[in-house]
């Protein structure tokens, strides 16, 4: 009996052997990430920290991970230090714009006002904005060697009242501040300002 060409046989049984399927693997299932998708996601993860009051290192905690990895497997959550650095000012130039557009579009504005010291030693006065979606706390400000008498806080004040009320001091419905007696003074100068009495101012003064 005559025996065939064995490249001949070998190609046969390749035509007919049956396709073995395509192992899948974990590159196969995760898409990978471009560096604008990443930004975009280290953004919201930054977002995340600053609106919702968590530690920068929560990111980085085997829970956040797991979820991250069950949202998208390809996702990295960003370090502290890059959501305390780059991310955070990108983050805050964000919201910013946001919460300038919300006190643009409020009629009238309600304003809390107060000073502190940081821990430093350094003095600092600050303001909030109350809105109907809550309170902004709008600005901390280093008041630096100038002394905050009643007046210099008056003066200092109504700067940024004319920036936050976009020069139109009559949309500020009222100021509220505690109760120290720089604040009680300062209190009483605005009453008598002119062009402040549209203003309701209110102070919750020692018994």
């Known amino acids: 009996m005559a025996i065939g060409n064995s490249n ?3 190609h046969t049984m390749e035509a007919h052997a049956i396709t073995k399927p395509q192992q899948t693997t ?3 299932v ?3 990430l471009n560096k604008a998708e990443k930004l975009r996601l280290d953004l ?4 995340l920290c600053f609106e919702g009051g968590l530690a920068f290192t929560q990111l980085l905690t085997d829970a956040m991970k797991e979820f991250c990895f069950e949202l998208n497997p390809a996702f990295k959550p960003p370090s502290r230090q890059y959501v305390a650095g780059r991310l955070l000012n990108l983050t805050y130039a964000s919201l910013k714009v946001k919460v300038d557009k919300i006190i643009a579009d409020m009629p009238f504005i309600n304003v809390i006002t107060d000073g502190s010291t940081n821990i430093n030693n350094t003095r600092i006065s600050n303001i909030s904005i109350h809105s109907r979606m809550g309170s902004f706390y709008y600005l901390s400000h280093d008041i630096g060697m100038l002394s905050m008498t009643a007046v210099n806080q008056v003066n200092w004040l109504l700067d940024h009242l004319r920036i936050i009320s976009e020069g139109n001091l009559e949309r500020i419905n009222s100021i509220s501040t505690d109760t120290c007696p720089t604040m009680i003074a300062m209190w009483a100068i605005l009453m008598v300002i002119n062009h402040m009495c549209l203003i309701s101012l209110s102070s919750r003064f020692p018994s």
């Open 8 to 10: 001949s046989i070998m």
């Open 26 to 28: 974990l590159n196969n």
């Open 30 to 32: 995760i898409q990978k």
């Open 44 to 47: 919201k993860a930054a977002a």
